[in-house]
Nanobody
Framework: QVQLVESGGGLVQAGGSLRLSCEFS????????MRWYRQAPGKKRELVAS???????DYVDSVRGRFSVSRDNARNMVYLQMNSLKFEDTAVYYC?????????WGQGTQVTVSL
């Protein structure tokens, strides 16, 4: 089974930081691009950040300059460093990839940013 497991979410005050982790298991991560999504209550799922196998990254405009995605292929880990968090960043965050033409999703980790 190919699995993604997120961790690192929690409650943080506005202006604070969190680092989310996504562990990939089942097959090596090395050749896969990875994405971070988030979904806030009452809103549609939103692509937040992506990283290619070559570690090129991209971000939605609302987090650009505040979030940074990275990967450690040897450890099958992908990270999302979130700085200068805002209340509107509150959401469940998911990592995802494509395997054999199908989307594989983690279970999500809750990020709550308080005022």
């Amino acid at each position: 089974q190919v699995q993604l497991v997120e961790s690192g979410g929690g409650l943080v005050q506005a202006g604070g930081s969190l680092r989310l982790s996504c562990e990939f298991s089942g097959i090596p991560l090395k050749l896969h691009g990875m994405r971070w999504y988030r979904q806030a209550p009452g809103k549609k799922r939103e692509l937040v950040a992506s990283i290619t196998p070559g570690a090129t990254s991209d971000y939605v405009d609302s987090v650009r300059g505040r979030f940074s995605v990275s990967r450690d292929n040897a450890r099958n880990m992908v990270y999302l460093q979130m700085n200068s968090l805002k209340f509107e960043d509150t959401a469940v965050y998911y990592c995802a990839t494509v395997y054999s033409g199908n989307w594989i999703w983690g279970q999500g980790t809750q990020v709550t940013v308080s005022l």
